[in-house]
Protein backbone atom coordinates (compact mmCIF):
# COMPACT_ATOMS: atom_id res chain seq x y z
CA UNK A 1 0.00 0.00 0.00
CA UNK A 2 1.50 3.35 -0.95
CA UNK A 3 0.69 6.09 1.26
CA UNK A 4 0.22 9.88 -0.78
CA UNK A 5 -0.01 13.32 0.69
CA UNK A 6 -3.17 13.73 -1.76
CA UNK A 7 -6.30 13.30 0.24
CA UNK A 8 -7.91 9.85 -0.41
CA UNK A 9 -5.07 7.69 -0.74
CA UNK A 10 -3.90 4.95 1.28
CA UNK A 11 -1.30 3.93 3.92
CA UNK A 12 -0.75 1.01 6.13
CA UNK A 13 0.10 0.93 9.82
CA UNK A 14 0.88 -2.34 11.85
CA UNK A 15 -1.26 -2.26 15.59
CA UNK A 16 -1.01 -4.74 18.37
CA UNK A 17 -3.67 -3.17 20.59
CA UNK A 18 -6.60 -4.89 21.67
CA UNK A 19 -8.96 -1.63 20.11
CA UNK A 20 -8.51 0.30 17.49
CA UNK A 21 -11.01 2.82 15.79
CA UNK A 22 -12.55 0.46 13.36
CA UNK A 23 -13.24 -1.55 16.74
CA UNK A 24 -14.84 1.71 19.18
CA UNK A 25 -15.82 -0.55 21.94
CA UNK A 26 -13.21 -1.78 24.39
CA UNK A 27 -13.43 -5.81 24.46
CA UNK A 28 -12.47 -6.79 28.18
CA UNK A 29 -11.68 -10.57 27.63
CA UNK A 30 -9.48 -10.08 24.40
CA UNK A 31 -7.67 -12.71 23.30
CA UNK A 32 -4.49 -12.00 21.30
CA UNK A 33 -4.85 -15.46 19.75
CA UNK A 34 -5.44 -14.63 16.19
CA UNK A 35 -4.26 -11.80 13.49
CA UNK A 36 -7.06 -9.75 12.52
CA UNK A 37 -7.32 -6.65 10.07
CA UNK A 38 -8.98 -3.23 9.90
CA UNK A 39 -9.40 -0.34 7.01
CA UNK A 40 -10.59 3.30 8.13
CA UNK A 41 -10.98 6.28 7.04
CA UNK A 42 -10.19 9.29 8.82
CA UNK A 43 -9.15 13.00 8.32
CA UNK A 44 -5.83 14.23 9.97
CA UNK A 45 -4.77 17.73 9.48
CA UNK A 46 -7.75 18.39 7.27
CA UNK A 47 -6.28 15.46 4.54
CA UNK A 48 -8.81 12.27 4.29
CA UNK A 49 -6.35 9.45 4.72
CA UNK A 50 -7.53 5.36 5.05
CA UNK A 51 -5.64 3.25 7.17
CA UNK A 52 -4.46 -0.42 7.07
CA UNK A 53 -4.04 -1.72 10.30
CA UNK A 54 -2.88 -5.29 11.10
CA UNK A 55 -2.88 -6.18 14.31
CA UNK A 56 -0.69 -9.96 14.58
CA UNK A 57 -1.54 -9.70 18.54
CA UNK A 58 2.54 -10.28 18.44
CA UNK A 59 2.04 -14.14 17.59
CA UNK A 60 4.78 -15.94 15.44
CA UNK A 61 2.21 -18.02 13.19
CA UNK A 62 2.00 -14.83 11.88
CA UNK A 63 5.50 -13.92 10.89
CA UNK A 64 4.26 -14.70 6.81
CA UNK A 65 1.30 -11.88 6.88
CA UNK A 66 4.02 -9.91 8.93
CA UNK A 67 6.60 -9.35 6.93
CA UNK A 68 4.28 -9.12 4.02
CA UNK A 69 3.04 -5.87 5.92
CA UNK A 70 6.05 -4.74 7.17
CA UNK A 71 7.32 -4.49 3.47
CA UNK A 72 4.17 -2.58 2.11
CA UNK A 73 3.87 -0.40 5.36
CA UNK A 74 4.68 3.20 5.39
CA UNK A 75 4.72 3.07 9.18
CA UNK A 76 4.63 1.20 12.40
CA UNK A 77 3.09 1.47 15.97
CA UNK A 78 4.77 -0.99 18.28
CA UNK A 79 2.43 -1.22 21.13
CA UNK A 80 3.56 -3.44 24.16
CA UNK A 81 1.59 -3.88 28.04
CA UNK A 82 2.74 -1.78 30.25
CA UNK A 83 1.83 -4.53 32.95
CA UNK A 84 3.95 -7.11 30.88
CA UNK A 85 8.05 -6.61 30.73
CA UNK A 86 8.34 -9.33 28.27
CA UNK A 87 6.23 -7.38 25.76
CA UNK A 88 8.09 -4.41 26.61
CA UNK A 89 11.34 -6.46 25.63
CA UNK A 90 9.92 -8.31 22.41
CA UNK A 91 9.49 -4.93 21.36
CA UNK A 92 13.51 -4.56 20.03
CA UNK A 93 13.24 -7.93 18.37
CA UNK A 94 9.86 -6.06 15.90
CA UNK A 95 12.06 -2.92 15.34
CA UNK A 96 14.76 -5.30 13.82
CA UNK A 97 12.43 -7.20 12.11
CA UNK A 98 10.64 -4.16 10.61
CA UNK A 99 14.04 -2.73 9.53
CA UNK A 100 15.50 -5.75 8.31
CA UNK A 101 12.82 -6.59 5.67
CA UNK A 102 12.09 -3.28 4.73
CA UNK A 103 15.98 -2.22 4.19
CA UNK A 104 16.44 0.91 5.85
CA UNK A 105 17.86 2.85 9.16
CA UNK A 106 15.04 4.23 9.95
CA UNK A 107 10.52 4.52 9.40
CA UNK A 108 8.05 6.35 10.56
CA UNK A 109 7.57 4.51 13.77
CA UNK A 110 6.23 5.03 17.29
CA UNK A 111 6.48 3.03 20.44
CA UNK A 112 3.79 2.57 22.43
CA UNK A 113 3.09 1.43 26.11
CA UNK A 114 -0.67 0.93 26.76
CA UNK A 115 -2.67 -0.07 29.97
CA UNK A 116 -1.66 2.87 31.19
CA UNK A 117 -4.76 2.90 33.24
CA UNK A 118 -3.24 -0.16 35.40
CA UNK A 119 -0.98 1.71 37.40
CA UNK A 120 -0.78 -0.89 40.04
CA UNK A 121 0.29 -3.47 37.96
CA UNK A 122 2.61 -1.66 35.84
CA UNK A 123 6.24 -3.44 35.02
CA UNK A 124 7.90 -1.36 32.57
CA UNK A 125 8.15 2.86 33.82
CA UNK A 126 7.69 5.57 31.60
CA UNK A 127 11.40 6.77 32.22
CA UNK A 128 12.04 2.99 30.47
CA UNK A 129 10.45 3.77 27.59
CA UNK A 130 10.67 6.88 26.85
CA UNK A 131 14.59 5.74 26.70
CA UNK A 132 14.15 3.17 24.43
CA UNK A 133 12.35 5.72 22.67
CA UNK A 134 15.03 8.10 22.61
CA UNK A 135 17.54 5.10 21.96
CA UNK A 136 15.70 4.75 18.37
CA UNK A 137 14.97 8.22 17.62
CA UNK A 138 11.49 7.65 17.80
CA UNK A 139 8.07 9.04 19.47
CA UNK A 140 7.07 7.30 22.85
CA UNK A 141 3.56 7.47 23.89
CA UNK A 142 1.68 5.70 26.94
CA UNK A 143 -1.98 4.62 26.31
CA UNK A 144 -4.74 2.60 27.64
CA UNK A 145 -6.95 1.11 25.23
CA UNK A 146 -9.93 0.80 27.92
CA UNK A 147 -10.46 4.67 28.80
CA UNK A 148 -9.41 5.58 25.09
CA UNK A 149 -6.31 7.94 26.32
CA UNK A 150 -4.14 8.71 23.31
CA UNK A 151 -5.34 5.72 21.07
CA UNK A 152 -5.94 8.41 18.66
CA UNK A 153 -2.90 10.23 19.09
CA UNK A 154 -0.95 7.55 18.45
CA UNK A 155 -2.64 6.80 15.03
CA UNK A 156 -2.93 10.59 14.06
CA UNK A 157 1.01 11.30 15.04
CA UNK A 158 1.98 8.13 13.18
CA UNK A 159 0.01 9.51 9.67
CA UNK A 160 1.81 12.69 10.75
CA UNK A 161 5.44 10.58 11.04
CA UNK A 162 4.41 8.97 7.52
CA UNK A 163 3.65 12.12 6.01
CA UNK A 164 6.60 14.19 6.86
CA UNK A 165 8.90 10.47 5.41
CA UNK A 166 7.39 11.04 2.52
CA UNK A 167 8.00 15.18 2.02
CA UNK A 168 11.59 14.36 3.18
CA UNK A 169 11.88 11.29 0.71
CA UNK A 170 10.27 13.31 -1.83
CA UNK A 171 13.10 16.46 -1.43
CA UNK A 172 16.29 13.62 -1.26
CA UNK A 173 15.14 12.84 -4.59
CA UNK A 174 14.58 16.42 -5.72
CA UNK A 175 17.84 17.36 -4.69
CA UNK A 176 19.33 13.89 -6.02
CA UNK A 177 17.93 15.20 -9.61
CA UNK A 178 19.04 18.91 -9.57
CA UNK A 179 22.73 17.71 -8.83
CA UNK A 180 22.60 15.39 -11.64
CA UNK A 181 21.32 17.96 -13.87
CA UNK A 182 24.37 20.37 -12.78
CA UNK A 183 26.79 17.31 -13.74
CA UNK A 184 28.02 16.11 -17.01
CA UNK A 185 29.79 13.46 -17.78
CA UNK A 186 32.17 13.15 -21.37
CA UNK A 187 33.09 9.89 -22.33
Avoid at 74 to 92: H, I, K, N, P, Q
Wanted: glycine residues 4%; charged residues 30%; proline residues 3%.
Amino acid sequence: MAFNLDPGQETCLLCDMPMTESRPHFVEDYEPTKADSYRKKVVVDENEVHIDILDTAGQEDYAAIRDNYFRSGEGFLCVFSLTERESFTACDDFREQILRVKGEDAVPFILVGNKVDLQDNRQVTTPEGQAKADQWKVTYIETSAKTRTNVDKAFFDLTRNIQTHKVQTLRRGAEGLDRAKTRCTLL
